[in-house]
């Protein structure tokens, strides 16, 4: 993203400065700083879809998403979402009714606001719809996953690159498998994978 920024002042600096040769010190720093929160995004969703089977890992998801949210306040949307799930996720893990209602509705919550918030957000989108359509149908959800579903149908082809090719492999087969499309939706993910070559 700042490398025709980076190119552009290493070209109009004089020859004789001795700093041309390194980009600016600001400039590493962001890039190091960005890529350091790359990584941990990576690492806290392996801990997300690890919790999913193992309780003993949403607190470590949760502490890791607090941690990005710290780094990179920017990603407010897509963390929180992450963590409203992981929230629900105690309420499918926990023993009594009333705390799995209680957990679940205060992740729905915590998601809804996060996904408004940014209602750009693939990946926030996805992880939202994804929470939902697995919810027992007396949460009332169905309609919801089903609209955000289209909605990344729509989305997806100019945001596709929010995804790294193997998780958008991923979320277009989910989508596939468990959204109600259009013949003409299902032709615009069909036509996204062709293009990729996700097939």
Same mark, same amino acid.
């Given at each position: *993203?700042?490398?025709? @920024?980076?190119?552009?002042?290493? $070209?109009?600096?004089?020859?004789?400065?001795? +700093?041309?040769?390194? #980009?600016?010190?600001?400039?590493?720093?962001?890039?190091?700083?960005? =890529?350091?929160?790359? %990584?941990?995004? &990576?690492?806290?969703?392996?801990? @997300?879809?690890?919790?999913?089977?193992?309780?003993?890992?949403?607190?470590?998801?949760?502490?890791?998403?607090?941690?990005?949210?710290?780094? /990179?306040?920017?990603?407010?949307? /897509? +963390? !929180?979402?992450?963590?409203?799930?992981? =929230?629900?996720?105690?309420?499918?893990?926990? !023993? $009594? #009714?009333?705390? &799995?209602?209680?957990?679940?509705?205060?992740?729905?919550?915590? *998601?809804?606001? %996060?996904?408004?918030?940014? #209602?750009?957000?693939?990946?926030? !989108?996805?992880?939202?719809?994804?929470?939902?359509?697995? $919810?027992?149908?007396? @949460?009332?959800?169905?309609?919801?996953?089903?609209?955000?579903?289209?909605?990344?149908?729509?989305? !997806? #082809?100019?945001?596709?690159?929010?995804?790294?090719?193997? *998780?958008?492999?991923?979320?277009?087969?989910?989508?596939?498998? /468990?959204? &109600?499309?259009?013949?003409?939706?299902?032709?615009?993910?069909?036509?996204?994978?062709?293009? $990729?070559?996700?097939?």
């Amino acid at each position: *993203m700042h490398t025709f @920024f980076l190119m552009t002042a290493l $070209l109009l600096l004089s020859p004789a400065d001795s +700093t041309a040769a390194q #980009p600016p010190a600001s400039i590493s720093l962001q890039s190091a700083e960005l =890529t350091a929160a790359q %990584a941990a995004l &990576k690492q806290a969703r392996l801990l @997300f879809y690890a919790g999913v089977e193992d309780k003993s890992k949403i607190e470590p998801a949760l502490a890791a998403f607090q941690e990005l949210l710290r780094m /990179r306040p920017e990603w407010e949307a /897509r +963390t !929180l979402t992450y963590i409203g799930a992981l =929230t629900a996720l105690k309420g499918k893990h926990s !023993l $009594l #009714p009333h705390d &799995k209602w209680r957990k679940a509705n205060q992740g729905l919550r915590i *998601m809804d606001q %996060a996904v408004a918030q940014n #209602p750009q957000d693939v990946e926030a !989108l996805f992880i939202h719809s994804s929470t939902c359509v697995f $919810l027992p149908f007396f @949460f009332k959800r169905g309609h919801d996953a089903q609209s955000k579903f289209r909605r990344l149908v729509q989305l !997806l #082809p100019e945001k596709h690159q929010e995804f790294d090719p193997e *998780m958008l492999k991923n979320v277009i087969q989910f989508i596939s498998e /468990r959204a &109600k499309l259009s013949q003409e939706e299902t032709a615009t993910l069909n036509r996204l994978k062709s293009e $990729l070559n996700l097939e």
